[in-house]
């Protein structure tokens, strides 16, 4: 069976929008674009009510272009147990107050069973420094947190898909 991905708004939106000028953001971007051409194929991706409601903000174009980008992706809808996680984490102070969409976003993640959770949010999701409390926080909820990562971090190669239990 493919490996499950959570795909977060900030994926979405570096697919989609208009290359940007400063380099590393472009080069992310162009990261972004690969991985959704050659790697998308070999998962099995989900988005949650959370990121449709993030991606249709904002300009209209724009947000037609991010929602025309997950048609045909699964919608995981939200779930009681998630909210709930993610305000235990809030309460936590592993994430401020301010991120409490990012805190949803690892707890339907986590209460899927997602074995991925794919972002370029790096402040509040794909932070090393808060990833320690927020495995700890979601064990201790009964759950299991994804692998959270970037696209690059999950480019591998074309032929191996890292899997959490091999």
């Not at 809030?90 to 990012?102: I, V, Y």
Request: proline letters at 5%; aromatic letters at 6%.
């Amino acid at each position: 069976m493919k490996p499950s991905v959570y795909i977060e708004s900030s994926v979405i939106s570096y697919l989609t929008s208009r290359p940007s000028r400063d380099l590393i953001t472009a080069a992310n971007q162009e990261l972004t674009r690969e991985w959704w051409e050659r790697r998308l194929p070999l998962f099995r991706a989900a988005v949650s009510e959370t990121v449709l409601n993030e991606i249709r903000q904002g300009d209209n174009a724009a947000a037609a272009k991010r929602l025309e980008a997950i048609e045909g992706i699964p919608v995981l809808p939200l779930r009681e147990d998630a909210m709930r996680l993610a305000q235990v984490i809030l309460q936590s102070g592993a994430l401020p107050a301010k991120a409490a969409a990012d805190a949803l976003h690892v707890a339907l993640g986590s209460v899927y069973g997602m074995d991925y959770l794919l972002t370029w949010n790096c402040t509040h999701i794909a932070n090393a420094g808060i990833q320690r409390d927020l495995m700890r926080i979601i064990a201790s909820n009964g759950f299991e947190m994804p692998v959270i990562c970037t696209p690059q971090e999950l480019m591998g190669d074309d032929g191996h898909v890292e899997r959490p239990d091999s």
